[in-house]
């Protein structure tokens, strides 16, 4: 899905099925109210930036949870694909939700800052250069904490997938993007190994690893 000649049909249905497929396997749920619910708790509201939003189905559970809690919040997504940001848009206008077609570098150029910075199986996508620099890019927009959650490579991870999503997502890019991102996503100790020092790796079930840094400003 991330070829500029991929299949517009099969792209749009890929982004419908994300809230599906995402709440199965992300777990943002969870990580909303061990990590993000305190950190907006504590200031009463707050600013959140989604890197890689896509279609925006995160983006737009974030704002539902918080405000499910009594939480004021402003969500931004970002995304440089002009289809992703096209398909966030078309869907129904949710108050306190703005979407960009931006790289995470012109929010750091325009002095933006957010109280949560975080993503969602965006690190397998990036060469080392690129995985370097939105951690570099999160540190400077992010006020209190950054998350950056991705697939952990695992055999069992690869098959469980792959026989799970094998009678659905038909006349989508679900299941081979999904294969192929297991592929290429990191394992936990290679994960650690390729983070700079202040940047904390954690496992977390099924099969998910969790950047985090805490920059207390």
């Given amino acids: 899905m991330d070829r500029p000649d991929c299949d517009p049909v099969r792209l749009e249905r ?23 619910r305190p950190v907006l708790a504590g200031r009463d509201g707050g600013t959140v930036l989604d890197i890689g939003s896509g279609g925006g189905d995160l983006a737009r559970a974030l704002v539902r949870w918080a405000r499910q809690d009594g939480l004021a919040v402003e969500v931004t997504g970002i995304d440089p694909d002009p289809r992703a940001h096209a398909y966030a848009e078309s869907r129904p206008k949710v108050p306190g939700l703005t979407f960009r077609a931006a790289f995470s570098s012109q929010l750091v150029a325009e002095g933006q800052r957010f109280d949560v910075v975080l993503s969602n199986h965006v690190l397998h996508h990036l060469d080392a250069g690129a995985f370097e620099g939105l951690l570099t890019d999160s540190q400077a927009l992010a006020r209190s904490l950054v998350l950056h959650s991705d697939i952990e490579r695992s055999p069992w991870a690869y098959g469980l997938f792959s026989a799970g999503t094998l009678p659905f997502f038909h006349g989508s890019y679900i299941r081979t993007d999904g294969l192929t991102s297991i592929r290429r996503s990191y394992t936990a100790a290679e994960l650690a190994a390729a983070v700079p020092a202040g940047w904390e790796t954690r496992r977390q079930r099924p099969w998910q690893n969790l950047l985090l840094h805490r920059s207390g400003q």
């Fill in 14 to 36: 890929t982004y419908a099925q994300f809230p599906l497929i995402n709440a199965v396997v992300s777990g943002w749920r969870r990580n909303y109210r061990r990590y993000v």
